[in-house]
């Protein structure tokens, strides 16, 4: 059989943690020819400005509570002995996503974007930027929280898009990041 991704559950905040125990335990173990790589995807994206100017970034997980792990399985789709007993020993590692003891393989749809996401985040922070002109947002993080509006334009070099809301009746462009907006 051939390797394939699966999905594990672990504790809040502990995927790097968890990631990198098991990276550690398969190379002692020498497991490599069934566990490849074991992934926690990330983006990087601005944190909110506090003055003007302060560009910094923050790495948010994509996915948080879960660990994705490339491997190969038995012939009756369970998890190998040692395999298995390598990942639940670790602490903080739930269970894998599926069904009878026995994990269910990612599509390789989700798997593409996953791999994406990982290997080449500026063309997956552009496919983020799900906006078009005239869509209308609803602004969900920021002082205009809850206020609705319309896409004026997409600013994908900046990752921004200008949004046209009303307030006291008048409207006012704003020039927000995409992920302070969500499709209303």
């Known amino acids: 059989m051939a390797k394939q991704w699966y999905v594990l559950r672990v504790a809040s905040n502990r995927e790097q943690t968890v990631s990198d125990a098991l990276k550690r335990k398969v190379a002692i173990e020498g497991l490599e020819a069934k566990i490849g790589r074991i992934l926690v995807p990330t ?3 601005p944190k909110p400005q506090r003055k003007p100017g302060d560009k910094k970034f ?3 997980k994509m996915y948080p509570g879960y660990v994705f792990i490339e491997m190969e399985l038995e012939e009756d789709g369970s998890i190998g ?5 390598l990942i639940k020993e670790t602490m903080g590692v739930g ?19 996953m791999l994406l996401q990982v290997d080449r985040p500026e063309e997956a922070a552009a496919l983020a ?3 078009a002109k005239g869509d209308s947002v609803k602004i969900k993080e920021g002082p205009f929280e809850n206020f609705e ?3 004026d334009e997409v600013l994908p070099e900046k990752g921004e898009v200008r949004v046209i809301v009303t307030i006291f009746g008048r409207a006012t462009p704003l020039e927000l990041e995409y992920w302070q907006v969500e499709k209303a």
């Open 95 to 113: 269970d894998f996503i599926g069904s009878a003891g026995k994990p269910t393989a990612m599509g390789v749809d989700d798997v593409q974007k």
């Open 129 to 131: 930027m799900e906006f």
């Open 58 to 60: 923050v790495e948010r």
């Open 149 to 151: 509006g319309t896409v």
């Open 43 to 45: 983006e990087r994206r």
């Open 81 to 85: 002995e040692e395999a298995w007993f």
